[in-house]
């Protein structure tokens, strides 16, 4: 699939069919995510994933599905195949700056941009176009951090961004928010004189 083509089909899903995500494929989605830039090449990308039934329903109820299923809404963690928790470990960049080849260049304590932010949302982009690529759904919940360290044992050292469900997505010609239109180019550039 061309580049064009798989940005133009990413859209986010909450609904999937219950079958498996082949692990070679997976393991195609998370190599892809992983080669996002970084600052310094630092390689601060994390990823906890989640597989079995009973970790996924541990992480789904930490997140509040059962209450959003009480409303009268139907369940999307649990039933989604995959969970991925893309993080960004703080200290790969202090490990990164403290190597003889960046001696001379300003580190984390110099940034005025929060790289790590910068560096985990590229991770999450691609993990969200290589899933597009493998024929797969993606989905994002923004979810506390300390809910998904205690739900899904994210390490200390780890902080997570939030949960991304993947699996094969459920075609209910449903309208969604992808067929609101984008906003007009010219409205959103502004070029520098």
């Known amino acids: 699939m061309e580049f064009t083509e798989v940005v133009r089909r990413r859209r986010m899903v909450r609904r999937y069919r219950p079958d498996p995500v082949d692990p070679v494929v997976l393991r195609r989605v998370l190599d892809t995510a992983r080669r996002g830039p970084s600052a310094g090449f630092s390689q ?80 999450f982009g691609m993990l969200l176009l290589a899933a597009v690529e493998e024929g797969l759904g993606a989905g994002f919940l923004a979810v506390d951090s300390q809910v998904l360290r205690g739900a899904a044992g994210v390490p200390r050292a780890w902080d997570p961004i939030g949960l991304v469900t993947l699996g094969h997505p459920v075609e209910d010609g449903r309208p969604g928010s992808q067929n609101r239109p984008r906003d007009d180019l010219d409205e959103i550039i502004r070029w520098a004189d």
């Open 44 to 123: 601060p990308q994390r990823f906890v994933v989640a597989v079995d039934q009973e970790p996924r329903q541990r992480i789904a109820d930490a997140c509040g599905e059962p209450e959003h299923v009480a409303r009268g809404l139907q369940p999307w963690l649990s039933v989604a195949p995959v969970h991925v928790i893309p993080c960004v470990d703080t200290g790969a960049y202090d490990r990164r700056y403290a190597e003889p080849d960046k001696s001379a260049s300003v580190g984390p304590q110099g940034w005025s941009v929060p790289f790590p932010w910068v560096d985990g949302g590229a991770a």
